[in-house]
Each structure stands twice: as C-alpha cells, then as structure tokens.
C-alpha cells in the first residue's frame, strides 16, 4: 500500500502544476489536483481499513453459512434421490402389471366388440331388406299414381282434340267416359 502511495506521489510531483490562467492540455486533464489526490488516497484508506476490519469477516461469515446450507440441501437431495430410484423402481412394477391388465382387458372388449358388431351387421341388413322392400312398394304405387294420372292426361287431351275436330261439345261425363273406353281397348291391345 505504502509503495502505490509514493508512486502516486512521484508521479504527481512529475505533472507540471496548471496556473488559473492556464488551459489544462495533454496529461494534466486526466489528473486531478495534488490536493484532491491526497484526499481520495486518504478516505479509501479509510473505507479500505473498515471493510477489511469488518466487513471482509461478516462476508466470510455469511459464506460459511451459505455453504453449510448448501451441503444440507445437497445431503436432503441425495437422500430424496434414493427414495425416489426406490419409488420408481415400484411404480415401474405397478405399471408393468396395469399393462398386462390393460392388455387382457382390450382382449375381451375385442372379443364383445366382434359380438356386437356382427349383431349389428345382422341388424342393419335386416333393415336394409325392409327399407328395399318398402321401396319397392312405393315405386308400384308410385308407377301407379303416374298411369293414372297419365290416363286423366290423355283422356283431356284427347277430349280437347275431339272437341276441335267434331266442332261440337259433348258432356264431360259422356266425354271421360268414351275417352277411358278407348284407353282400356289401347291397353288391351299393348
């Protein structure tokens, strides 16, 4: 410490002191006054002779602390560490014998998936051969409904081409009945 002070001295005494007058030029503006040297060096002197006195020993102190805590925080981890290897080394055993549950019981439920799939499949044609029939039946009564009204159909058209060709006007009556009785001799004769 005495050998950085009397440095510092010498290199001071080699800076050329700057008038009032004077402008600050080359190393002096990076050097303060002689005056405020001497006091900076002197009050971190002081602050240097407290933190070491005391301060430097509270750390320490804090230090050692700190490291016993850590310790005991690495020996609970280490013992943490065994019961959980012991307490995976368990739940490994208990999921190997959920898995082989697990496996029987996906086997059964195939097995009652298959018994109920076939029931469905015997179910669903049964359906599908009364919803082709009922089909069936509607397209007779439907081909039906379309003849009939076919024949109601021709039956005007026909009376309306009689009409123009005669020049006269039969009773409708009369008209729809002549008019059937030609469609059912057409009908005979297809």
């Known amino acids: ?13 080699e800076v050329e002191p700057i008038s009032a007058e004077e402008e600050p030029s080359g190393i002096a503006l990076l050097v303060p006054a002689t005056e405020e040297l001497i006091a900076g060096i002197i009050a971190f002197s002081i ?4 933190v070491w006195k005391w ?3 509270a750390l320490n102190t804090a230090l050692d602390a700190r490291q016993q805590a850590i310790n005991s925080q690495l020996e609970a981890a ?10 995976l080394a368990d739940y490994e055993r208990q999921v190997a014998n959920a898995k082989a549950e697990a496996t029987q019981i996906v086997e059964e439920a195939r097995g009652a998936a298959d018994e109920v799939k076939s029931g469905i499949v015997e179910r669903a044609e049964a359906e599908a051969e009364q919803i082709k029939e009922r089909a069936q039946d509607e ?20 009376l309306d081409v009689a ?16 008019v059937d009785r030609y469609i059912d001799e057409l009908g005979g004769v297809s």
């Open 1 to 13: 410490m005495y050998a950085l002070l009397s440095r510092a001295y010498l290199f001071l005494q």
């Open 47 to 50: 602050v240097f002779f407290f």
């Open 55 to 57: 301060g430097i020993p």
């Open 78 to 87: 280490e013992a943490a560490k065994v019961e959980a290897e012991s307490l």
């Open 139 to 158: 397209l007779s009564a439907e081909r039906e409904r379309v003849a009939g009204e076919l024949r109601r159909q021709v039956a005007d058209l026909s």
């Open 163 to 178: 009409e123009r060709i005669v020049g006269l006007s039969l009773d409708d009556d009369s008209q729809r009945e002549l």
